[in-house]
């Protein structure tokens, strides 16, 4: 009688054993890429970042030097000089002077 020879199949381990090795490349490749992206990227955000903060530090002063020139330019003492300038007087009689109201809800 002859002898019947069965052959292992080791062809999916092999396959198998492929196919994994071929996702770890595919997954490597993939984390280096985008952790290059994402330094890239965040490298991106903060100079914007810095570039908006310079950005509303110079409005801050721009705001600072307007606020002084409005309480320059409406000073009382500026106003009554520009007022007399023209020809207006003040009138006492229409002058109301109005007090804050107590607490105590009088």
């Known amino acids: 009688m002859a002898r019947i020879i069965r052959k292992k199949r080791k062809k999916k381990k092999i396959v198998l054993t492929h196919f994994a090795g071929f996702m770890f490349v595919v997954s490597s490749f993939s984390y280096l890429g985008s952790s290059l992206f994402l330094r890239t990227y965040n490298n991106s955000l903060s100079s ?3 570039e908006i903060d310079s950005q509303i530090a110079e409005l801050e002063t721009q705001n600072d ?17 520009i007022a007399s300038e ?17 607490d105590s809800g009088e």
């Open 86 to 102: 023209n020809g207006l007087t003040l009138d006492q009689d229409n002058i109301i002077t109005i007090t804050a109201a107590n």
């Open 48 to 50: 914007r970042k810095q």
């Open 65 to 81: 030097a307007v606020r002084v020139v409005i309480q320059t330019l409406s000073a009382r003492d500026r106003v009554d000089s």
